[in-house]
């Protein structure tokens, strides 16, 4: 048996007076992505990465490790 409920508050910081939803499914998808490009390069010593992340952040990431 499941009961549920609903409480209708409206929000005061737009217009429309409404609330987001869609957001929760994708908060953790740069995570996601962060924690999977430094699995790919943990073989060549990257060990930290910031967000968001580019290309050029990378490859100096990159480079400065095969420097090392």
């Known amino acids: 048996n499941c009961d549920w409920s609903s409480d209708v508050c409206s929000s005061d910081l737009n217009d429309l007076g409404v609330k987001g939803v869609g957001e ?6 740069p995570v996601a ?31 400065a490790r095969r420097r090392a």
């Open 33 to 63: 992505v962060l924690n999977a490009v430094l699995d790919a390069l943990s073989d060549d010593g990257v060990e930290d990465l910031e967000l968001p992340l580019r290309p050029d952040r990378v490859w100096a990431a990159l480079g």
């Open 24 to 29: 929760c499914g994708v908060i953790g998808l």
